[in-house]
C-alpha cells in the first residue's frame, strides 16, 4: 500500500458507539505548583521574506509577489489576518537578507532589486530597499498592531576570504542611516536583527564569533546613540543553525547584556520534495529529536549568557520553500503545534514561523491570501495558551502528546492534544497532581470498557470542580472530508472559511462538563481550556 494512499484514508470521528479497540485511556497528569519555562507574550510569530518570484526549487516557483518589496500591501485580508493576533510579531529577514542595501541619500548607488546573478549569493545579486517602500511597510505594521523584528545585513563591508568564508569587520554606515531614518520616523521596531545564517559553517556564507561579537557590541552602541533615553530595541542573533562551540562563543565575545535573544533556525523535516516529509510528522520519536536543540541552546545560555534568551527565528518544517503537498495542509499543523509545544518547554520566548506568506509554508496563500490550516492553529495557540508553561506526566501511548500551559484568557489552564495515530483514538483523563492521592483514595479508576467508561469518566481539576457543574472548553481540529491533505481545517466539524467580508471567522469552542470524557479522534488536534484548574503558578 502506497504512502498517499494510507494518508487519503478517511479519519475517524466519534461515532455514536464506539468498540473498545477504537480507543485508548490515557491519563495527563498537570503539575500547576509551578511553571517551568514561560514565553514572551508575542511568542507565535510568522517571517516575511525578501525572495523574489525568480526563486524556484524542484521544477517549481512558489514565490510569487510575496517579497518584502512586492507584496501587495493593500490587500485587506493581509491586513485582517495579522489584526485578529492583536498581536502578531512579524521577522522580517530571510536568506538574501545579508544582500540587502537601504536606499538612504548616502548610499551611494542606484537602489535596484533583487536579480538573478551566477556570482551572487543564493544565485541572486544585491538587492536594495527603498525609504518609500519602507514606509508603505510600517504603514500596515502600524495599521494593524504588528510587532516587529527587522534582519540587519552583517555581511556589508566584508570580504570573502575564502570560498564560504567572510572576514573583516562590518561596515555599518548603511544600516546605521537607515536605522536613523526609522527612528526619525518613529517606526517601533521591537528588535534589531543581526545576520541570517552565518553562523558556525553558515549557509552560503559564514562570519566567524569573535568577529560576530565585536560586531554586535557596534550594533549595541549603534542603539544606544540612536535611541537615547527612549525605549531601546532587543539585539539579536544569529538567526542561524544552532553550533554549540559557536553560540557560546559569541555570548562570550560579546559580553553582558549585548545580546538580548539567540535566535536559530529549525528545518527538522527534510527537503521539500522528500516523500518522507508526511511520516516524519507523524512518528513521536522523529518529531522528539529537536527537543535536543532546544534543551542544548537553553543550557548554552546558562552558562556563557544568562542575560539572552533563546528564540525560534525561523522555522518553516521542510526547507527549500516547503513542501507543495504538505507544508499548506492540515497534516502540517501536527509538526507546527508540536513544535510550539516543545520549544515553548525549553524557555523559548518566540517562535517564528517561514512565512506568514510566501512559497509553500505560508500562513496564507501566496496568491490569494486565504489562510491555510495553520494559519488557524497559530491563532488558536495564540489566543489560549498563556506565557507559563506547566509540566505534565502522560500515561498511554507516545503517539498522543500533551502540552499544558496557563490559560491567557479565563484563567486556568490550556492543554493542547495531538494525536498523531492514524486509526486510534484517545479517551483523555486529566489530573491534577494535588488531587492525584485523593482520586485514588476514592477508588476512582477507568472502566475495562467504553460503554460503562461514559457513565462517570473523571477530568480531575481540583475541589472547585469536584460538583461537576464546572464546564470547560473544547476545541476539536480535523481534516475537511477526512483527508489530511486538506487545504481546509475544521473546527468542531464546522470549516474555518472567512467570512463574505473577507473577516477571519470566530473561533467557538464547545462546552461541556468538566467531568465528562476527553475523546481526540485519529489524525485530530483538541485545545482544552480548563477555567477553573486550580494551578497555583498561574495564579501567581
Known amino acids: 500500500m502506497s504512502l498517499w494512499f494510507i494518508f487519503i484514508l478517511p479519519l475517524l470521528c466519534l461515532p455514536a458507539r464506539v468498540r473498545p479497540q477504537d480507543y485508548s485511556d490515557v491519563t ?5 505548583s509551578e511553571t517551568i519555562a514561560s514565553t514572551s507574550d508575542a511568542f507565535v510569530c510568522a517571517t516575511i521574506d525578501w525572495w523574489p518570484p525568480e526563486k524556484c526549487n524542484y521544477d517549481q516557483c512558489p514565490w510569487g509577489r510575496a517579497s518584502v518589496l512586492n507584496l501587495d500591501l493593500t490587500n485587506p485580508l493581509l491586513a485582517k489576518a495579522i489584526q485578529a493576533f492583536s498581536p502578531l510579531r512579524i521577522r522580517v529577514g530571510g536568506s538574501l537578507q545579508d544582500q540587502v542595501l537601504y ?3 548616502n548610499l551611494g548607488s542606484s537602489c535596484d532589486p533583487f536579480t538573478k546573478a551566477s556570482g551572487g549569493l543564493f544565485g541572486f545579486s544585491q538587492g536594495c530597499i527603498t525609504l518609500e517602500r519602507w514606509d508603505a511597510i510600517n504603514d500596515l505594521f502600524l495599521n494593524t498592531g ?4 527587522f534582519g540587519l545585513n552583517a555581511l556589508q563591508g566584508r570580504q570573502q576570504i575564502r570560498r564560504g568564508v567572510w572576514g573583516g569587520p562590518w561596515d555599518s554606515s548603511n544600516a546605521r542611516e537607515f536605522m536613523e531614518y526609522t527612528v526619525s520616523k518613529e517606526y517601533p521596531i521591537d528588535s534589531w536583527e543581526f545576520g541570517n545564517e552565518l553562523s558556525g559553517s553558515g549557509i552560503g556564507a559564514s562570519v566567524g564569533a569573535e568577529q560576530y561579537g565585536k560586531d554586535l557590541v557596534e550594533l549595541q552602541t549603534i542603539i544606544n546613540e540612536l535611541y537615547g533615553d527612549s525605549r531601546k530595541p532587543l539585539v539579536v542573533a544569529p538567526g542561524g543553525f544552532y553550533d554549540q562551540k559557536w553560540f557560546a562563543q559569541l555570548l562570550e565575545v560579546s559580553g553582558p547584556n549585548v545580546l538580548n535573544a539567540m535566535t536559530h533556525h529549525i ?5 521539500g520534495n522528500d516523500p518522507q516529509v508526511p511520516n516524519r510528522i507523524l512518528n513521536p520519536q522523529y518529531l522528539s529529536r529537536t527537543s535536543d536543540t532546544f534543551r542544548g541552546l537553553q543550557l548554552t545560555i546558562q552558562r556563557h549568557g544568562p542575560w539572552s534568551a533563546p528564540w525560534v527565528g525561523e522555522a518553516g518544517g521542510a526547507y ?6 504538505v507544508s499548506n495542509t492540515f497534516l502540517n499543523s501536527f509538526w507546527y503545534l508540536d513544535q510550539l509545544g516543545q520549544s515553548a518547554k525549553y524557555d523559548t520566548k518566540v517562535y517564528c514561523r517561514q512565512t506568514l506568506i510566501g512559497g509553500n509554508y505560508g500562513l496564507l496563500d501566496t496568491d490569494t491570501f486565504v489562510p491555510n490550516p495553520d494559519y488557524y492553529s497559530a491563532l488558536l495557540w495564540h489566543r489560549l495558551m498563556g506565557t507559563g508553561v506547566l509540566s505534565t506526566d502522560i500515561s498511554g501511548s507516545s503517539y498522543l502528546r500533551a502540552y499544558v500551559h496557563c490559560g491567557k484568557q479565563k484563567g486556568g489552564v490550556a492543554l493542547l492534544l495531538l494525536n498523531l495515530h492514524r486509526s486510534m483514538g484517545f479517551m483523555v483523563s486529566v489530573r491534577n497532581d494535588l488531587n492525584v492521592n485523593l482520586a485514588e483514595g476514592q477508588g476512582i479508576r477507568r472502566d475495562n470498557f467504553f460503554v460503562h467508561g461514559l457513565k462517570r469518566t473523571v477530568s480531575w481539576v481540583g475541589s472547585k470542580a469536584s460538583d461537576g457543574y464546572s464546564k470547560r472548553e473544547e476545541y476539536h481540529l480535523s481534516a475537511k472530508d477526512g483527508n489530511p491533505f486538506a487545504r481546509t481545517m475544521l473546527l468542531n466539524g ?6 463574505e467580508d473577507g473577516d477571519i471567522p470566530p473561533l467557538y469552542p464547545v462546552e461541556v462538563s468538566v467531568n465528562s470524557p476527553i475523546y481526540v479522534a485519529p489524525l485530530t488536534i483538541a485545545f482544552i481550556v480548563f477555567p477553573d484548574f486550580e494551578a497555583e503558578a498561574c495564579g501567581r
Open 320 to 325: 527549500n520553500s516547503g513542501s507543495r503537498l
Open 146 to 149: 504588528a510587532v516587529i523584528t
Open 103 to 105: 536606499g538612504t541619500p
Open 267 to 271: 528545518y527538522n523535516l527534510g527537503a
Open 28 to 32: 495527563v497528569i498537570v503539575r500547576g
Open 494 to 499: 464546522v470549516p474555518l472559511e472567512l467570512t
